[in-house]
């Protein structure tokens, strides 16, 4: 999963590399999506066809997993399909949350670890419900 020229922000891989096991538990049915950059990405979609606010998609992205310069971001979709799901984080893991759905991971605590896991549960189970897996 980690880009092996990837050295800039290197002391992150480990980081990234257990969030990547994290997020690869739902593979499958979730399917990763190879994407060419210059810095370690892993990310899971539904491919499927799906409405989704009206809007007919293909596919639809769920969680992943980047490499960035002093943080591993990772994303964290089903907030767009139920904003309110953000109540599953407790409010030290939201001050990570920039935006809407990246979280700024420096340091990966097994507290941390736990509630990633019970989020991304969570959110495999929103997009069950919504016919999206």
Do not use: N
Not at 13 to 38: G, Q, T
Not at 97 to 117: D, N, V, Y
Request: net charge positive; hydrophobic share 40%.
């Amino acid at each position: 999963m980690a880009s092996k020229s990837f050295t800039a922000g290197s002391d992150l891989l480990p980081i990234y590399e257990e969030l990547c096991s994290l997020i690869s538990h739902y593979s499958p049915p979730f399917v990763p999506r190879e994407v060419k950059a210059d810095k370690p990405q892993y990310h899971l979609w539904s491919i499927q066809d799906v409405v989704i606010a009206g809007r007919k998609k293909k596919e639809v992205y769920f969680a992943g997993a980047i490499v960035q310069k002093g943080y591993v971001g990772f994303y964290y979709m089903p907030v767009y399909a139920k904003p309110g799901i953000k109540k599953v984080f407790p409010p030290e893991i939201l001050k990570l949350l920039k935006g809407m759905s990246c979280f700024h991971i420096q340091a990966l605590t097994p507290q941390l670890k736990k509630h990633l896991r019970a989020a991304l549960q969570v959110g495999f189970q929103l997009y069950q419900e919504r016919g999206w897996v």
